[in-house]
């Protein structure tokens, strides 16, 4: 059974520090991988999702990477911003199998 | 594109009490999600429509059961409500076996059960 582990569980910066999210799994045999952005009492957007025989994704100031043999996907978040300020969530499909997501990284970014 | 609705916004029910939640998707999706998310648990699979005809059960489908109406609407009864089931609803759609198989979620329903 794939389990997805987010660590840290908070995370808190100063405005403009880089910053890296990560995100690990259990089985390497994925289909594909998303990262989600949630807002306080909204629902998921996506950021970006990164087929299995992909290496990397970027869209403006985020990059996200997967490495499928160790088990790991990392977010980057470059010149953080206030706006950053959100839960990231991490998810990952294997075979027919629906989402499975973990429990996120509650981030703030401090002006 | 309104991309994926949900009503209501926010219920209070009463305990033993029904109500159904509704979804609507206006992407064309084939597959369709019900969740919910209480805090230290994450998010959680209730029950799930790969395609138009079919559910299945997710990790926590007890208390509830579903309704793919047609290929845009999919519905989540509560059919004796239990304070247990007090949570935030997602539901979520995605064109599974596209190239880009995003899945996007609609706003949620907040539901409180006294």
């Known amino acids: 059974k794939q389990e997805v582990t987010q660590i840290p569980a908070a995370l808190s910066v100063p405005e403009g520090e880089n910053l890296v999210l990560n995100c690990s799994f259990t089985?390497?045999?994925?289909?594909?991988l998303q990262w989600f952005r949630q807002d306080p009492g909204k629902g998921l957007t996506s950021l970006l999702l990164?087929?299995?025989?992909?290496r990397e994704q970027t869209s403006g100031r985020l990059n996200a990477s997967l490495d499928k043999s160790s088990g790991r996907s990392t977010l980057y978040i470059a010149a953080s911003q206030p706006g950053d300020s959100a839960t990231y969530l991490c998810a990952v499909r294997s075979g027919n199998t629906p989402l499975v997501f973990g429990k996120g990284t509650r981030l703030s970014v401090i002006a | 594109n309104a991309g994926v609705t949900q009503t209501p916004k926010f219920q209070v029910l009463k305990t033993g009490q029904s109500m159904t939640l509704q979804c609507a998707q206006d992407m064309n999706h084939n597959s369709m999600y019900w969740y919910r998310q209480d805090p230290g648990m994450g998010l959680r699979l209730i029950y799930y429509?790969?395609?138009?005809?079919?559910?299945d059960k997710g990790e926590v489908p007890n208390g509830y059961n579903v309704s793919r109406l047609n290929k845009r609407e999919f519905s989540l009864r509560l059919e004796s409500a239990a304070p247990s089931q007090t949570s935030v609803y997602f539901c979520a759609s995605t064109l599974r076996g596209a190239l880009q198989e995003t899945q996007y979620f609609g706003p949620g329903t907040r539901l409180l059960v006294l």
């Open positions: 990164i087929q299995s025989s992909q």
């Open positions: 429509s790969a395609s138009e005809g079919t559910t």
């Open positions: 089985d390497s045999a994925i289909y594909n």
